[in-house]
């Protein structure tokens, strides 16, 4: 008895079990056994197209299978044996051959019922009144055979439609796509912005590198000098790095000032003095990039949006006061302190927005601050030391806090072992690249008692109050404007502090309008006014309660002449304030934007916040004087050490220092921060040269080379005796091209 449509192939579920015992008999069906039969025939014909209907859907095809019903009748026209001969039709397509014995799945001869005394095959009629054992309803084990058979091997017709898989990437594409997206990441973006308005903001360092010098040639040639000797020595010679080639015969003169050695291995490349001015260029522009992106980096860090970090890196680089310290790479070499502290802050999941997020904690940014910040150290302690000092007070101030949170709580503040590690093993390299930086120094200082400064050094070197205003000469938009505001200073160039008119009007804007804290504006602000106290050394209540207790109180700190050079820090904490104030407007400017229908001024609001920006980068324009390297004699590549060059002065012994980059020889003369006593000796007796006292003092020193430069002989006393005769000196005269050369 069918439970649906014919050829649908949806058959009612079959019991099983005690569920089959649980159905009353069915009645027997009218009809011969031959009727019976051709029954059977026709059902499976029609059993069979709905198994091949199935087939391609893959569900049951046994669609005329009833419970198991009582099949004694000796007329065998039983529903069971029409379910059984069903199955079978299903199976072969064609109904059992009559007189053949019941087998598995197929109707029992027709007429004859299973015989007596011997279990129900599966498929056939239980015994009299007993439903099957252990059989599953009838067709079931056709059903099972036919899913099998009728089982789908192609793909499911459906599957044409999918959407094709996704081709898998070549390698090359893959690298293209991590290199695209390296190029458009923030901070590669950041980095080129940087290095491209280093460029413009220098222009013209570039235009000529190997025979000009940002703002004079003297200084400059000194540090191309210290880092053409840093790299030479410490691939021929290390354990001479201190012992430079001039002062000869002076021990550790290398560290008669800072030495820019962090730029060693810039040092490593090229020779002679051509390439230590090329060297020298290059690095004055990287120096401007780094500071930009150190800066900007740090305010990245601490919360403040793009435009404002933009902001406190371009303030902190170009800030009118430091284009008066155009010639002193070991001062404009500053972008360590900003980018250290940004990475410190970074590794210990800290900001001054959202506070402290232990969740943020990395201690690979903590070992990378470490060894920017010793490396920092390196370029000269001039800039290094009060960053040192300050990073010492920053670790004091923060594990007090540390603590007292943990008192106050309860609770211990999650920091970590692996953090408190690098914190340990990164302060022990500083302090370790400090200390063998510091040693040097000390033993000229105990070497040379007098090159230490003292009180009154510092007094002359301290600007007053109104330097915070006063704008150097090479400032392009205040300069001429501030030049009888410079003549009234002592020495202008270390007292002509302006870090921007417009920086200071930011500052004073995020002191009310500011994404800081209330709390945090203000230790903002009494940064600045304690660092502008600091540098003003004794012009701030004579440095009673200022600079004097550091000079007398911390160790190397007496070793700074210019208290000047503190206003780094003013500018770093004022560009701090004014993006907090940039980044509050660029916020409310976004949220103007966003809620106004229709947004047409949207894109003007956006673009007035890059005015900030402009106007801070306007005010950083210079025009740096850019004079051209006096030229190597050729004398100096040929002469024989120790050689004295005259005439020697501080000015002109920086020259000879570089041009001495040709072969390294050892050289009497030298230019730094103080002037060894033998060295006034020498200046002192060779005044008269060639003459027997001079000769025999000369070679009691070892010197065996003169060089007089006949160029600058004018109105010096060699301008009569250069070319006098010097045969009963017993030494020997040459003139090499602009100069004499005489050999002792």
Known sequence: MTSGQPGTGNARPTATGAAAESQPPATAAAGTPTQQNAAAKQDAAEGGTAASGSTT?????????????????????????????DSAAI?????????????????????????????????????????????????TDGKDKADSEAKPVGPERWEAFASAPEPK???????GRAVGRFLIHEWTLAAL?????????????????????????????L???QMAWSGHILLADPARLWQSNTFFPELWSF?????????????????????????????????????????????????????????AGVSYTYAPWLLAQAGHLHVLSNGGIPLALAMLARGHGWSLRHGYRPERRHDGWVYAGWLVAAWQLSLGFGIGLPFAYFLAGAVLVTAVLFFARRLRTGQAVPFGRRLFAADVLGGVLFAGVGLLMAFPFFKVTELHPYAERTIADIGLFSPPASGFVTAPGESRIWGGLHEGARAALPWHPEMTLLPGFVLYALAAGGLLFSVWRLRHRLLLLAGVLLTMAFAMGTRFFDGTFTYVPLFEHLPGWSGLRTPGRLMLWTTLLLGLLAAGAVTALTDRVRELTAQRIPSWPGPWLRMATLLPLLLVTVEGLNTTPHPVVPTQPAAMRSAEGPLLVLPSNQSLDQHVMLWSTSGFPDVVNGGSGFTPRQLDDVRRVSQSFPDQTSVDYLRTLGVRTVVLLRGQVAGTPWEISIDAPVESLGISRQDVGDAVVYRL
Do not use: C
């Open 223 to 225: 540090q191309a000098w």
């Open 57 to 85: 859907r893959g569900t049951d095809v046994s669609k005329d299978s009833d419970p198991a019903e009582d099949s004694s009748t000796v007329g065998g026209a039983a529903k069971d044996s029409a379910a059984i001969k």
């Open 169 to 175: 990437p070549s390698i090359f594409s893959r690298v």
């Open 255 to 311: 560290a008669f000032s800072d030495t820019l050695l962090g730029y060693a291995p810039a040092g490593m490349l090229g020779s002679g003095p051509e390439d230590a001015v090329l060297r020298y260029n290059i690095m004055f522009v990287l120096a401007h990039a780094l500071a930009t992106l150190g800066a900007y980096a740090l305010a990245r860090q601490l919360g403040a949006g793009r435009i404002g970090a933009a902001v």
């Open 193 to 221: 912005g940087a290095l491209a308005l280093a460029v413009l903001m220098t222009w013209p360092t570039l235009r000529y590198p190997r025979y000009t010098l940002p703002q004079d040639y003297w200084d400059p040639s």
């Open 91 to 139: 199976k072969d397509s064609k109904p059992a051959k009559d007189s053949e014995p019941a087998k598995d799945g197929e109707p029992a001869k027709d007429g004859e019922p299973a015989k007596d005394g011997e279990p129900a095959k599966d498929g056939e009629p239980a015994k009299d009144g007993e439903p099957a054992k252990d059989a599953k309803a009838d067709g």
